[in-house]
């Protein structure tokens, strides 16, 4: 039983590049989040879903995009990288909307 | 605007002493709050939870308390630990499933 796994660990773009983070869950949640964590700042939801094939804005969505074609995927695509996507970005999941979230390692992005 | 805050960005303590660790918000529509630990290169972990209607929830040496007139929830490590250092995060929710998080709070056990 993995939990939440993330890929890749780290990953350096530059400005203008796109890129897909993956995350999955062997735990059979129906709800999955994107958040990002900044120094100085807590974890900010980006985008979030709450079944296979729905997908919805969180605080935080602007140039990013989300895609769950599967329950146990995840995808967070960036399609034209900036520096201020310079970020740890995890992903997290749980059973319904009032359990307890599990988060993944997390992705390091660097944007240059 | 943050609506959850961790004032204090660091604290030191000694093995087998308390730590306090704070946590205020602004949302009066927070009704559940929780806390989660990150060790380094790790995802947060969830530690502890406190619902609204309590005031107080205890699991082994972590204790929640929550003061709602005052806005504010403190957890207490007792005795702490050299494997409690690390980030612990407080967090918020309003009755759905979006988290509000703190900016978290770095613990140091020291030997």
């Known amino acids: 039983n993995a939990g939440v796994t993330q890929t890749p660990k780290f990953r350096v773009l530059k400005t203008g590049q796109s890129m897909t983070l993956l995350c999955a869950q062997d735990?059979?949640?129906?709800?999955m989040y994107w958040y990002r964590q900044d120094p100085g700042m807590g974890l900010r939801l980006i985008h979030y879903?709450?079944?296979?094939?729905?997908?919805a804005k969180g605080e935080v969505p602007d140039g990013y995009n989300v895609s769950r074609l599967k329950k146990q995927n995840f995808l967070l695509g960036l399609e034209s990288a900036a520096p201020s996507q310079t970020s740890v970005y995890f992903c997290?999941?749980?059973?319904?909307?009032?359990?307890?979230?599990?988060f993944g390692p997390g992705t390091r992005l660097l944007v240059l | 605007d943050q609506q959850v805050k961790q004032n204090s960005p660091s604290l030191s303590v000694q093995e087998g002493r308390i730590s306090i660790l704070n946590c205020d918000y602004t949302?009066?529509?927070?009704?559940?709050f929780l806390w989660y630990k990150k060790y380094p290169a790790e995802g947060p972990t969830f530690l502890i939870s406190?619902?609204?209607?309590?005031d107080k929830n205890e699991d082994g040496r972590f204790t929640v308390f929550l003061n709602k007139s005052a806005k504010h929830l403190s957890l207490h490590i007792v005795p702490s630990q050299p494997g409690d250092s690390a980030v612990y995060f407080c967090?918020?929710?309003?009755?759905?499933?979006?988290?509000?998080f703190g900016a978290g709070t770095t613990v140091t056990v020291r030997a």
């Open positions: 997290a999941s749980s059973l319904d909307w009032q359990e307890t979230q599990y």
């Open positions: 735990m059979n949640h129906e709800y």
């Open positions: 879903s709450v079944g296979e094939g729905t997908t």
């Open positions: 949302n009066s529509m927070f009704d559940y």
């Open positions: 406190i619902s609204s209607i309590k």
């Open positions: 967090a918020a929710s309003a009755n759905d499933y979006k988290l509000s």
